[in-house]
């Protein structure tokens, strides 16, 4: 059974930083491509950056391009999403799943884990 448990999140000002980690456990987690993905309080869960599985090219949705950085280890399992000059409408709690495939915003369905809150305070 794969598991991915997120962790990295917290208290933010903004224009800050946070550096938000997934890691994966379960035979060939390194082999898809990922995402990370967020659900604000009241909102639906929304794509926020991908992955392919070798870690070589990314794609961001238009709300974080140029602030976050996703990128992969694959030897370690894990999957980092790098926030920088954080807003107010980044709270919101923080996502990885696995990709249907890559260039997609589809996640692989039953692989969710607990998620990382962040909150960015104005």
């Known amino acids: 059974q794969v598991q991915l448990i997120e962790s990295g999140g917290g208290l933010a000002q903004v224009g800050g930083s946070l550096r938000l980690s997934c890691a994966a456990s379960?035979?060939?987690?390194?082999?898809?491509?990922m995402g990370w993905f967020r659900q604000a309080s009241g909102k639906e869960r929304e794509f926020v950056a991908g992955?392919?599985?070798?870690?070589?090219?990314?794609y961001y949705a238009d709300s974080v391009k140029g602030r976050a950085t996703i990128s992969r280890d694959n030897a370690k399992n894990t999957v980092y999403l790098q926030m920088n000059s954080l807003k107010p409408e980044d709270t919101a709690v923080y996502y990885c799943?696995?990709?249907?495939?890559?260039?997609?915003?589809?996640?692989?369905?039953?692989?969710w884990g607990q998620g990382t809150q962040v909150t960015v305070a104005s």
């Open positions: 799943n696995f990709l249907l495939q890559y260039g997609g915003t589809l996640p692989r369905a039953g692989y």
């Open positions: 379960g035979p060939d987690s390194s082999a898809y491509s």
């Open positions: 992955i392919s599985w070798y870690g070589d090219a990314t």
